[in-house]
């Protein structure tokens, strides 16, 4: 690392400065035209640039950058129009507190959406391949409206005041062009999805073997089914990289008392005598239960054996990178 003055920066053309930027720690005596050029120069190498300043002579570059940073206190009014946030405490420490707020916040929306479109999409799949099969609905309007209530309520919500994760400052800014729904994420949507309708409509199909037609207990067992997977997809949208065992299973309180009340009110559905009767569902085996625990705890795994697969696969593709720099 090495410092520059202002006076070397003049001495250099634009295509100069980027290729030597990456090396420089330090510029002093710099003037408002100096301030610009080191930020277009950061820019084009692909950093994304976040600038402090408290004087009229920062306004520029304050405009150029990818955000600027105005001093509540000690700023001036001209350094506060042109910033895009104000730091009110002139902190430092506090924008690293906001960088780590505000990662964790765009994260858990992903993960909030990542559930939200699973749940969707095999709902909707499964009330259309029914259809489409020729075979009776499997879930009746009341059951669908409670599944509606879980994939909106509590545990969904729960999901978007996760914890931040430790690890988020380690992480590069985002790319600010690349929407939120990646391919990454698509894909782990439709992984989920599959799972749920898959088991779904067997566990259905298999009800149904008996022959007898669509009874109470055949739409219970499907209900159930459903709810079931609900929850276990949940739990493992708590974290796009990291195993729930990583993050720690007690660390979110409100996800467990949300999970816990829904779980509560799936058994009070199922064994409630008047909620019996408006969900038309009837009281399942202790046997019932623990195969459809075992079951819907399929969508889980998988989604953890994929994280694992890829942290694997992400620490060999680091060694390589670090044996080829070391060479």
Same mark, same amino acid.
């Given at each position: 690392m090495?410092?520059?003055?202002g006076?070397d920066?003049d001495?250099?053309?634009?295509?100069?400065?980027?290729?030597?930027?990456n090396?420089?720690?330090?510029?002093y005596?710099?003037?408002?035209?100096?301030?610009?050029?080191?930020?277009k120069?950061?820019q084009?190498n692909?950093?994304i640039v976040?600038?402090?300043?408290d004087?009229?002579?920062?306004g520029v570059?304050?405009?150029?950058a990818?955000?600027?940073i105005?001093?509540?206190?000690n700023?001036?009014?001209?350094?506060?129009e042109a910033?895009?946030?104000?730091?009110?405490?002139?902190?430092f420490?506090?924008?690293?507190?906001a960088?780590?707020?505000g990662?964790?916040i765009?994260?858990?929306?992903?993960?909030?959406v990542?559930?939200?479109?699973?749940?969707?999409i095999?709902a909707?799949?499964?009330?259309?391949?029914?259809?489409?099969?020729?075979i009776?609905n499997p879930l009746?309007?009341?059951?669908?409206?409670w599944?509606?209530i879980?994939?909106?309520g509590p545990?969904?919500?729960s999901l978007?005041?996760?914890?931040?994760?430790?690890?988020?400052?380690?992480?590069?800014?985002?790319?600010v062009?690349q929407p939120?729904?990646?391919?990454s @994420?698509?894909?782990?949507? &439709?992984? #989920?999805?599959?799972? %749920?309708?898959?088991?779904?409509l067997w566990? =259905?199909? $298999?009800? /149904?073997?008996?022959?007898t037609?669509?009874?109470?207990?055949?739409t219970?067992m499907?209900?159930?089914c459903?709810?079931?997977?609900?929850?276990w997809?949940?739990l493992?949208?708590?974290?796009?990289?990291?195993?729930?065992?990583?993050i720690?299973?007690?660390?979110?309180r409100?996800?467990?008392l949300?999970?816990?009340?829904?779980?509560?009110g799936?058994?009070l559905?199922?064994?409630?005598?008047?909620l019996?009767?408006?969900?038309?569902?009837?009281?399942?085996?202790?046997?019932?239960? @623990?195969?459809?625990?075992? &079951?819907? #705890?399929?969508?889980? %795994?998988?989604?953890?054996?994929k994280?694992? =697969?890829? $942290?694997? /696969?992400?620490?060999?593709?680091?060694r390589?990178?670090t044996?080829?720099?070391?060479?």
């Amino acid at each position: 690392m090495q410092a520059m003055s202002g006076h070397d920066i003049d001495q250099m053309n634009e295509m100069q400065l980027e290729k030597i930027i990456n090396t420089v720690s330090v510029f002093y005596r710099v003037t408002p035209k100096h301030k610009l050029a080191i930020v277009k120069a950061l820019q084009q190498n692909g950093h994304i640039v976040g600038m402090t300043g408290d004087g009229v002579n920062d306004g520029v570059a304050l405009k150029r950058a990818d955000i600027g940073i105005a001093m509540g206190k000690n700023g001036t009014d001209v350094c506060k129009e042109a910033a895009d946030m104000i730091l009110v405490d002139d902190d430092f420490h506090t924008i690293i507190a906001a960088i780590e707020e505000g990662k964790g916040i765009f994260w858990n929306i992903r993960n909030f959406v990542r559930f939200q479109l699973s749940t969707s999409i095999a709902a909707l799949s499964l009330i259309a391949l029914s259809t489409l099969m020729g075979i009776s609905n499997p879930l009746n309007a009341m059951q669908i409206l409670w599944i509606n209530i879980i994939m909106d309520g509590p545990p969904a919500q729960s999901l978007g005041v996760e914890p931040v994760d430790q690890d988020v400052l380690k992480q590069k800014p985002r790319n600010v062009k690349q929407p939120m729904i990646s391919k990454s @994420l698509i894909i782990n949507v &439709l992984l #989920s999805a599959g799972i %749920i309708i898959l088991g779904t409509l067997w566990v =259905f199909q $298999r009800e /149904m073997a008996d022959g007898t037609g669509v009874t109470s207990r055949d739409t219970t067992m499907t209900f159930t089914c459903f709810v079931l997977f609900d929850m276990w997809n949940a739990l493992s949208c708590r974290s796009q990289t990291k195993s729930v065992f990583q993050i720690g299973l007690f660390t979110n309180r409100m996800f467990l008392l949300a999970v816990g009340f829904s779980l509560l009110g799936q058994l009070l559905v199922i064994y409630f005598p008047p909620l019996q009767m408006v969900f038309q569902t009837e009281a399942l085996s202790v046997m019932d239960l @623990l195969f459809l625990v075992s &079951l819907t #705890s399929s969508v889980f %795994i998988v989604s953890e054996l994929k994280k694992w =697969f890829e $942290r694997t /696969m992400e620490r060999r593709m680091y060694r390589k990178r670090t044996e080829l720099d070391f060479v």
